[in-house]
């Protein structure tokens, strides 16, 4: 049985380039790609990046280390990673990484990809690059993603810590007792690197109690 050339590539995002050098003798390649993206075998990220689906590498398709490649420098983080490391109980839906870049949103079959901008010095604390299915990506750690979550949300009640109290229980139904594990030295440099810093103050208490 002939083995389908794409399954060489894995679920690594990859460029037009890598995809036709995987055919012979290609006299069109941008037609060939086309084709097997309607025939269900690339799934297409953006333009000229592709993914192979799931049915062809046999592997599902990884959504974090997708978006890591879709924008970058980015990490997935906010809802999504919080998700991820079981601290919020409700299923997310779109995908929200944090970039040094300007902020952009990308959709595709897989979703919408969104990217918020924060300064480089505040960006690179606090990221784990977590191995998975043979690749790797990069996501926020528990506590940046908190930290993330807070400082590019508009609907925090109040700056108290009642109100902070308030948003982690209620609002997002976050899991107060692993507020006992956190590592609060990674908040308190995103308060002192990043926006919001009387919030992030307030929780840092709010962990130090």
Known sequence: MKVNPLVKLGIVPVQTGTIASCFENLSSPSEKIRALEKDGQLIRLKRGLYVVSDDVSGKPVNACLCANHIYG?????????????????????????????????????????TYEQVKPEYFAVGINNIEEDGVNFLIASREKALCDMILHDSYLPSQSMKGLWQYLEEDIRFDMDELTTFDVGIIEACARLGRKENILNNLIKILKR
Not at 73 to 95: C, D, F, K, N, T
Request: proline content about 5%; charged content about 20%.
């Open 73 to 113: 420098p980015s990490y997935v983080s906010q809802q999504w990673a919080l998700r991820w490391y079981g601290l919020i109980p409700e299923r997310v839906y779109s995908m929200t990484s944090v970039t040094t870049k300007r902020s952009r949103i990308f959709e595709n079959s897989l979703g919408r990809f």
